[in-house]
């Protein structure tokens, strides 16, 4: 069975900086995409970004651009989220997911990490 275990959120100060890190398991999963999702309090969950495990090329919306980094370890199927000079907007319980295949249905949910930004 396919589990997805996001951590490293909590409460920080506008400035600061996370990391946050998402750890795949359960058989044999092997995901072509994952990606990164975050639903603020009373919002849609909105995409935040992807990597794409065959060349490690990754994607970020253009609103976290230059702030947010998304990496990844194949050996340990985990990927990460940089997160820096935080804003009390980036407030939001942090999701991943995978696609099984190019332009496919992100799939198996953790049950994500919070991030909580004082002003």
């Known amino acids: 069975q396919v589990q997805l275990e996001e951590s490293g959120g909590g409460l920080v100060e506008a400035g600061d900086s996370l990391t946050l890190s998402c750890a795949a398991s359960?058989?044999?999963?092997?995901?072509?995409?994952m990606g990164w999702f975050r639903q603020a309090p009373g919002k849609e969950r909105e995409f935040v970004g992807a990597?794409?495990?065959?060349?490690?090329?990754?994607f970020l919306t253009e609103s976290v651009k230059g702030r947010f980094t998304i990496s990844g370890d194949e050996a340990k199927n985990t990927i990460y989220l940089q997160i820096g000079s935080l804003k009390p907007e980036d407030t939001a319980v942090y999701y991943c997911?995978?696609?099984?295949?190019?332009?496919?249905?992100?799939?198996?949910w953790g049950q994500g990490t919070q991030v909580t930004v004082s002003s």
């Open positions: 359960g058989g044999t999963y092997s995901p072509y995409d």
């Open positions: 990597l794409r495990w065959s060349d490690k090329s990754t």
């Open positions: 997911s995978g696609t099984e295949y190019a332009g496919g249905p992100y799939e198996y």
